[in-house]
Structure formats: structure tokens, C-alpha cells
């Protein structure tokens, strides 16, 4: 049985960081490709990060209002993926979730506020 298992969220401070941990059971990563979604308060699900393969033409692609602020990686050893997620602005609040094909996770909780 495959399981998403994220972890890391809680309150930070705007301008602040967290770091988000996917880790997965049930499915050896590899290289297959892994995604970061969130959904804020009223709002719809969006793709904010996205990786694969170090060798593919795109290994990571992330959302216009995170680039430069957020970084995914993984652990193909750990089957884990990462989401660093620096300088912290409030509408980064939302549910995070990461996702394998039709597998997600539960979600974490990152709420962004002083």
C-alpha cells in the first residue's frame, strides 16, 4: 500500500522558514516525479513545486509566486522529498500536500503571520 506521510508545518513568522518532508511508503521513488500542491483559505489547489529526474530537461519547476523562495528535493535513499520553503509571506498560508500520481498525502499545515 503506498502512503504520503508530510511533516514540518506549523506557524512562522513572515520572512521566516519551514521545511516540509514528504516521506513515502509503499513505492520506491527513483526518479519518478513528485509534486508539492497547496490550498489556502477559499481557494483552489495549485501545484507550487514540482521535481524529477535529474536528468530530465526540467528537474524542477515551481509556481511564479514561490520562485526564488522555495526549493524541492529528494532523498531517493530516504524516499523522501523536501520542500525548503524561505522567506515566508502571509498568502503562503495554506494546506500542504504532496502528491505520486493518484497518491496524496493528508497535508500539512503551514499558517504565515505575526
Known amino acids: 500500500q503506498v502512503r504520503l506521510v508530510e511533516s514540518g508545518g506549523g506557524l512562522a513568522q513572515p520572512g521566516g522558514s519551514l521545511r516540509l518532508s514528504c516521506a513515502v511508503s509503499?513505492?520506491?521513488?527513483?526518479?519518478?516525479?513528485m509534486s508539492w500542491y497547496r490550498q489556502g483559505p477559499g481557494k483552489e489547489r495549485e501545484l507550487v513545486a514540482r521535481i524529477a529526474s535529474p536528468g530530465a530537461g526540467t528537474p524542477t519547476n515551481y509556481a511564479d509566486s514561490v520562485k526564488g523562495r522555495f526549493t524541492v528535493s529528494r532523498d531517493n535513499a530516504e524516499n523522501t522529498v523536501y520542500l525548503q520553503m524561505n522567506s515566508l509571506i502571509p498568502d503562503d498560508t495554506a494546506v500542504y500536500y504532496c502528491n505520486l500520481y493518484n497518491w496524496w498525502g493528508q497535508g500539512t499545515q503551514v499558517t504565515v503571520s505575526s
Open positions: 509503499g513505492f520506491k521513488l527513483n526518479n519518478y516525479v
